[in-house]
């Protein structure tokens, strides 16, 4: 372990010396499991079995001496793998970094600390008391000096008998321990001066302390969010109330964030995600762990983390559906950070410009309280957005006249221009001149991408690459071209028409060296470039002062698309695309191509904004009874052969008709959106239902029956529980 296990195991404990600690939840241990010793986690110590001692193993030896993994993370953890219908044994790994599944003693945790706490006197209360009046003392003494009234284990020992005396003022509840002490006296934070929507969401989400409140921070972008959960932050630091929790959609999209936080809080930050080199990420989870380091900042499954003291947990950009793990352990962040809070009792404020339609509905009922940052903390304005109407318009590389002409007219006044486009490469397909056949991917149903740097035809779903043609595999022609717009394309012609112009590309590819991003994110802040060319990358959180124009290539592709959330995506990218403009002193202006210009979301996100946007969509949903008003899990499959995927899903719905649950709906099997991927055929089965609980209830004996079905060679399914894409 932890392997794949889908049940619980039962051991006898091991054989210890009389006396030794008890084993507890979350401890790991060594197991002889089938033929082999394994690592395991301790899920739960219990008193007897029902299973016969004698057939029982014994826990061969015991690793941690404290839990790895903290009792209210381990029930994070078990809830989240019966939640998901996921193998415990695979959850529990996910929230072990590498170097702790291999056999090796955690570290203790940090240095304590201690507080007067509300019911303390005056030392000069003590009388009968000197140890006692001294351990008051030495806290009014730290209080005197301007500092926290908090004092280190490292500080009492100067007074004789400290530990008795302490302890028998925690007992008259005079004195508190703290876990995580609050930063050092004189440690200056670098905070922003508020403007008042900020102070006031800092107060309120500060005023939840101590119990779960979800909270919704609702601000424009540029409005200043991170600030409010700085400031919030620093005041629970200060108070002593434990660490904060920071999720971010993609680390490498926010170092500002990082370096914000780094610049602001005079506290140890730790940031973990999975791109980092795994001491490194040992070592930011054992100080989240012990309460050395304050504030995790973190992407997706640091919402694993274990804290020693959780007092808010932040959840950056909300709606990015990179919170949602699309593969295995099928997970959404976000969500399990909301059932964190309600488990630790802590508040959680999700941020966003754009919040996603379940969160809107979430504060529409009031289980989620939403806060308002209307304005642009620094005064600029709000962009307009303008639609631009392209049908039968000649149109260079994808770009208008209008747009060309705008993207002029920065350049003469050393402006920034954005353009957003939602493709990368040269172009999505090569295409014959004779008889208009594309190339397509042999293993896919989808055609391959012409990559101009290297002359290489990708397949960006299969990964498959090959040269380009000779000719055309139909007619034999020669003549083939390139067609369509993605970003190297754009960047090429953009050349042609402004040769002097200073140009940037930022993709997957232009960014896939180490600190490329970062690279050219400054290059982009410092104004050393004047057109940015890049996909939803650069959508994410940059903050770029001079760019004052926005222009958004093609917003047909997401409206067409037939998931249901598709939409929702495209005003959430258009939206954050708008936002980079005019964040400095310059008045911004955004202009969405579309041969679209009169669909109901697209009119409604360009003329009243996203909140506008969000009650129309909103309405479709309920209508179509789509989430956030049902709930959905989606199976897919898949098999070297149709039939046999198709024939899996049949089974299930059989076996689904057989449990008779009439509160769930189960549609199909059809097959995906894109059926054949890498020579394997793709199909799927959906199931609704408007009652998270009857969803649930369906799921448990359903998963179980399908887990025991004899599945032909090559088959794999698998369960997604809230699935954000249906394909
Ligand atoms: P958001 O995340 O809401 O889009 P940011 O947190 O990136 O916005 O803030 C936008 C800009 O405004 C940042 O440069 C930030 O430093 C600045 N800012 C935020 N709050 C204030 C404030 N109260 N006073 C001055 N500048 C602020
Ligand atoms: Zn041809
Ligand atoms: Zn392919």
């Known amino acids: 372990m932890p392997g794949p ?36 986690v301790v899920l739960e110590a219990a008193d007897g079995s029902e299973i016969d001692a004698g057939r029982l193993r014994r826990i061969t030896e015991r690793l941690d001496d404290e839990p790895s993994v903290p009792p209210s993370l381990l029930r994070l953890l078990v809830w989240a793998a019966d939640y998901y219908h996921h193998p415990i044994g695979e959850v529990v790994r996910t929230a072990l970094p590498v170097g702790l599944r291999r056999a090796r003693p955690a570290a203790p945790p940090a240095a304590r600390a201690w507080r007067l706490a509300g019911a303390a006197g005056g030392s000069g209360d003590l009388g009968r008391a000197p140890r006692q009046a001294a351990v008051v003392a030495a806290f009014e003494d730290a209080a005197r000096d301007g500092g926290e009234p908090s004092l280190t284990e490292a500080r009492l020992r100067t007074v004789p008998s400290w530990r008795a005396a302490l302890r028998a003022l925690e007992k008259k509840g005079w004195v508190e321990r703290l876990a995580i002490p609050p930063p050092a006296a004189g440690a200056v934070s670098k905070l922003a001066s508020p403007n008042e929507s900020q102070a006031r969401a800092a107060e309120v989400i500060e005023s939840a302390s101590g119990s779960f409140r979800a909270f919704l921070l609702d601000g424009v972008t540029g409005s200043g969010k991170t600030e409010v959960y700085l400031i919030a932050i620093d005041r629970l630091l200060r108070a002593g109330a434990g660490q904060a929790l920071v ?6 999209l926010t170092p500002q964030l990082v370096a914000r936080f780094r610049e602001a809080l005079p506290v140890p930050i730790s940031v973990v995600h999975s791109g980092m080199p795994d001491g490194e990420r040992l070592r930011s989870r ?23 003291r959780p007092a ?26 909301l059932m964190r809070g309600s488990m630790e009792g802590v508040p959680v404020v999700l941020g966003s410009a754009t919040p996603s339609l379940e ?63 939602n493709r990368r490469g040269f172009a999505p397909v090569v295409l014959c001149h004779d008889c208009g056949e594309a190339i397509e991917c042999r293993h896919c149903d989808s055609r391959l991408v012409l990559h101009r740097a290297d002359r290489r035809l990708r397949c960006h779903h299969c990964g498959a690459e090959q040269g380009i043609p000779a000719g055309c595999a139909a007619c034999g022609s020669p003549d083939l071209v390139s067609v369509g717009s993605g970003t190297q394309r754009l960047a090429e012609s953009l050349a042609d028409r402004f040769p002097s112009a200073r140009l940037l590309r930022v993709d997957r590819d232009s960014t896939r060296r180490r600190g490329e991003l970062d690279r050219m994110v400054r290059a982009a802040r410092d104004g050393s470039a004047d057109i940015l060319v890049g996909t939803q990358m650069l959508a994410k959180g940059h903050d770029f002062p001079r760019v004052t124009l926005v222009g958004v290539v093609d917003a047909d592709a997401g409206l067409l698309s037939p998931d249901f959330r598709a939409p929702e995506r495209v005003a959430q990218l258009v939206t954050q695309v708008a936002g980079r403009a005019g964040r400095g002193e310059l008045a911004g202006e955004v202009i969405v191509q579309t041969r679209r210009p009169r669909h109901p979301l697209l009119t409604a996100l360009a003329r009243e904004g996203y909140p506008a946007f969000a009650a129309v969509a909103l309405a479709e949903r309920d209508e179509v009874r789509m989430p956030p008003f049902a709930r959905l899990a989606l199976v897919r499959a898949e098999a070297p052969a149709r039939a046999a995927s198709n024939g899996f899903l ?37 199931l609704r239902s408007t009652s998270r609980a009857d969803l649930q209830a369906f799921l448990r004996p359903w998963v179980e029956r399908l887990a025991s079905v004899r599945t032909p060679r090559g088959l794999r399914w698998s369960l997604d529980v809230d699935p954000i894409e249906l394909g």
């Open 650 to 686: 049949a089974t299930a719905r059989e076996l689904a008709g057989a449990l008779n649950r009439p509160g769930v709906e189960v549609m199909g099997p059809v097959p995906s959106p894109m059926e054949r991927q890498g020579d394997r055929y793709r199909a799927q089965l959906l």
């Open 312 to 337: 808010l947990i932040v959840v950056d950009e909300e709606h990015d559906p990179s919170y949602k793990q699309q593969e295995g352990f099928r997970y959404s962040a976000r969500d399990l950070a």
């Open 247 to 252: 999720l971010v959609p993609e680390i490498g």
């Open 359 to 421: 969160t809107l509905q979430l504060c529409a009922t009031g289980r989620c309280r939403r806060l308002r940052l209307a304005e642009r903390a620094r005064g600029a304005r709000m962009p307009r957005i303008a639609l631009h109407d392209v049908r039968s318009l000649p149109l260079a590389a994808g770009l208008s006249e209008r747009l060309v002409e705008a993207i002029g007219e920065r350049l003469e006044r050393r402006e920034q221009t954005l353009l957003f486009v």
């Open 5 to 40: 296990v889908r049940r619980w195991f039962e051991y006898l404990p091991p054989d210890e010396e009389p006396g030794a600690r008890p084993l507890r939840p979350g401890m790991r241990v060594k197991v002889p499991f089938g033929g082999s010793v394994r690592t395991g």
């Open 286 to 308: 054992e100080a989240a762990r012990t309460g050395a380091s304050r504030v995790v900042i973190g992407t997706r499954s640091a919402v694993f983390t274990p804290l020693c």
